[in-house]
Structures are given as C-alpha cells and as structure tokens.
C-alpha cells in the first residue's frame, strides 16, 4: 500500500533552518519522482521542489532556489527537503507528492511556521 509521511515541521524565526522529511511506503524510493509541495493559508498549492528518478535530477522553484535543498536516501525510503534562510513567507503546510502507480498520492502534510 503507497503510503506518504511527512514530517519534521515547526515553528522556526526568520533566517533560521527546518529539515522536513518524506518517508515512502509501498514502492521503491528511487524508481520514481517525489515532489514537495507547500499550501499557504488562502492560497493555492504550489510546487516547491523535485527530485526525479535515479540519477536523481532536482529542480526548485524560484521563489525557494538556493535555499531549499532535496535530496534522497534510498535505504530509508526518505526524501529531506533542506530549507535554509527561513522567510515568513514559507509559512505553509508542506506536503510530499509521488505518481508510482499512475495514481496522485499525497500526504497529510506538516506544517512550517516561520516568525518575523
């Protein structure tokens, strides 16, 4: 069973740093993308960043780029999203995302408070 968990949220001072982790259950970490996506309160999802299958090619959005760093462990069946220099603005509920079966699977989120 396909199963997104994520965690490592909190409430963190502007400039400060918060590693959020993905870990994946029912399909093998690196034969499949995994993105995460942030909602901010009155606002549409977003993306934020992917990781794609191996060789694991990453991409950010510009709002988040050398800030945010994904990365993958494949033995933990966990992607990190690093995100460094903290903003108020990436107040949000961050939330993982895989396609593995041609199905859309989520998880429940976790929430980033960052404080000016």
């Known amino acids: 069973q396909v199963q997104l968990v994520e965690s490592g949220g909190g409430l963190v001072q502007s400039g400060g740093s918060l590693r959020l982790s993905c870990v994946v259950f029912?399909?093998?970490?690196?034969?499949?993308?995994i993105g995460w996506f942030r909602q901010a309160p009155g606002k549409e999802r977003e993306g934020v960043s992917c990781i794609t299958s191996s060789p694991g090619s990453t991409f950010y959005a510009d709002s988040v780029k050398g800030r945010f760093t994904i990365s993958r462990d494949n033995a933990k069946n966990t992607v990190y999203l690093q995100m460094n220099s903290l903003k108020p603005e990436d107040t949000a509920v961050y939330y993982c995302n895989a396609v593995p079966d041609g199905m859309n699977y989520w998880g429940k989120g976790t929430l980033v408070t960052v404080s000016s």
């Open positions: 029912g399909f093998t970490l690196d034969r499949y993308a």
